[in-house]
């Protein structure tokens, strides 16, 4: 006996087995999860322990290693901003971190990212393409006032990243706490987050205000962000 599948049948049939396989391929990640759920309610995040203590201190010779080598520039905000006016408003110094050219440490970094966007992507469609990351060293008493890390030209940047790795005996007293600025049914309230190393924060680049406190200690971290289009 020939057994005939109608055409319809036969690719109803191969949607469903499409649907069976993609829903097989995705795990869910409790932490990622835990994520997407606190920036759906509240705009930001705040993992601990985001990056094992290895890993912050593979980063953190890395980023030190740069530092000796002087490879940081000045930090620049906007385009052409006048060296006082810059040095008022921020005072850490950057330098960006090329994935192409990751070291070790550097590619630990970029595969927990690359992870964690995969997942964003398949479940939140928010379409993030690119991304941007540049480490950051906050000399003593410098700081960043308050601002918003979007470009007036620019609304390519959706979800901004801050990863700490600064010392493991850092303590509150070291300053540089990042104060994020959030909205309260109408009433500003300020959520203040110490860098502790290991601790990421991730919150939506075009909504949360926020600044960094003057640092007493030189204070290490990546920032970056995650970009449409
Ligand atoms: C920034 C920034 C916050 C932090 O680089 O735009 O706001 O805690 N960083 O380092
Ligand atoms: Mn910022």
Redesign the pocket.
């Known amino acids: 006996m020939v057994i005939r599948l109608h055409l319809r049948t036969f690719l109803n049939i191969k949607q469903v087995m499409n649907q069976i396989f993609e829903a097989l391929d995705f795990i869910e990640n409790p932490l990622y999860e835990q994520i997407i759920e606190d920036i759906a309610k509240q705009k930001f995040t705040i993992i601990d322990n985001f990056f094992s203590e290895e890993e912050v201190v593979a980063l953190r010779g890395s980023i030190l290693d740069k530092y000796e080598e002087d490879a940081f520039k000045k930090a620049a905000i906007g385009n052409k901003f006048d060296e006082v006016i810059v040095r008022s408003i921020r005072g850490?110094v950057i330098l960006w971190i090329e994935e192409a050219r990751a070291n070790a440490a550097e590619s630990l970094f970029f595969n927990k990212i690359n992870d964690l966007v995969g997942y964003l992507n398949k479940t939140c469609f928010l379409g993030i393409l690119h991304k941007e990351f540049h480490y950051?060293i906050y000399p003593k008493s410098t700081f960043?006032k308050r601002?918003l890390?979007t470009f007036k030209n620019d609304d390519r940047r959706k979800l901004?990243f801050?990863c700490y790795l600064n010392h493991e005996d850092w303590q509150p007293e070291n300053g540089g706490e990042?104060v994020l600025y959030l909205d309260d049914n109408g009433k500003e309230v300020e959520k203040v987050v110490y860098?502790f190393p290991g601790r990421v924060?991730i919150f939506e680049s075009q909504i949360l205000e926020?600044e960094?406190k003057p640092v007493n200690t030189k204070r290490l971290?990546i920032?970056g962000w995650l970009k449409t289009r």
């Open positions: 850490d950051a960043y601002h890390d901004s801050v990042l860098p924060v926020h960094v971290s920032t």
